[in-house]
């Protein structure tokens, strides 16, 4: 596509339900990353996917979190029994270049 | 652990005004420095690129200096109007490859008034 293209773009759930939000980088693009913007926060970088290479997981904050991303294109962000301070914007971005292109990000709140 | 810092957090200036965004960090091992801008439930949208052996980058009304050594990077932004009123984030990529994530300061909220 022409962009990034995340879904849902919000999402309510209750604590302790597992979530799964996707991201949909643009066609080509080899790098694709996961960020989690929580409120009055920066970006806080959770994973990053390069090719076939093995993820750099080193940015999730917990064994709840898992990603993947499958045939070098579509990733998913997957998070177990949620807790409220699981509650933040989150953002993917691919690139192919030094340049990267952002999605509009999924807004999740945990109830 | 490389640490960005943008100062100040918030500004409002008039319509017209030039203005300049502060950004630094703690690791000058950069790969590159990127800008970006936020709006409002919006993603990033990236505004200038600079690699670690540039000086500055030009787009229009902005201008991004970058002064590695000491851990510093300006956005200046040149008669400044309603429509600039954003966020703008600063992002160094570290290492001497392409490949590692962006670290992010937390931004400067840019208010222009008419």
């Known amino acids: 596509g022409a962009g990034v293209s995340q879904s849902p773009s919000n999402k309510v759930t209750e604590k302790g339900k597992d979530v799964e939000l996707r991201c949909d980088p643009i066609?080509?693009?080899?790098?694709l990353y996961w960020y989690r913007q929580s409120l009055g926060q920066g970006l806080e970088f959770l994973i990053y996917?390069?090719?076939?290479?093995?993820?750099?997981k080193s940015g999730l904050p917990s064994d709840r979190f898992s990603a993947e991303r499958t045939g070098g294109s579509v990733s998913t962000l997957t998070i177990q029994r949620t807790q409220q301070e699981d509650s933040a914007v989150y953002l993917c971005a691919s690139s192919l270049t030094p340049l990267y292109t952002f999605g509009s990000g999924t807004r999740l709140t945990v109830v | 652990k490389q640490e960005v810092t943008q100062i100040p957090a918030a500004l409002s200036v008039p319509e017209g005004e030039n203005l300049v965004l502060n950004c630094s960090f703690t690791d000058s091992a950069i790969y590159n420095l990127q800008w970006f801008r936020q709006d409002p439930g919006k993603g990033l949208t990236s505004l200038l690129l600079?690699?670690?052996?540039?000086r500055e980058q030009t787009s229009g009304r902005l201008n991004a200096s970058l002064d590695k050594s000491s851990g510093r990077s300006t956005l200046y932004i040149a008669a400044s109007q309603p429509g600039d009123s954003a966020t703008y984030l600063c992002?160094?990529?570290?290492?001497?490859?392409?490949?590692?994530?962006?670290?992010f300061g937390k931004g400067t909220t840019l208010s222009v008034s008419s």
């Open positions: 066609s080509g693009h080899t790098a």
């Open positions: 992002a160094v990529r570290g290492g001497n490859q392409a490949g590692t994530a962006l670290i």
């Open positions: 600079i690699q670690s052996s540039q």
């Open positions: 996917f390069q090719g076939n290479s093995a993820p750099d």
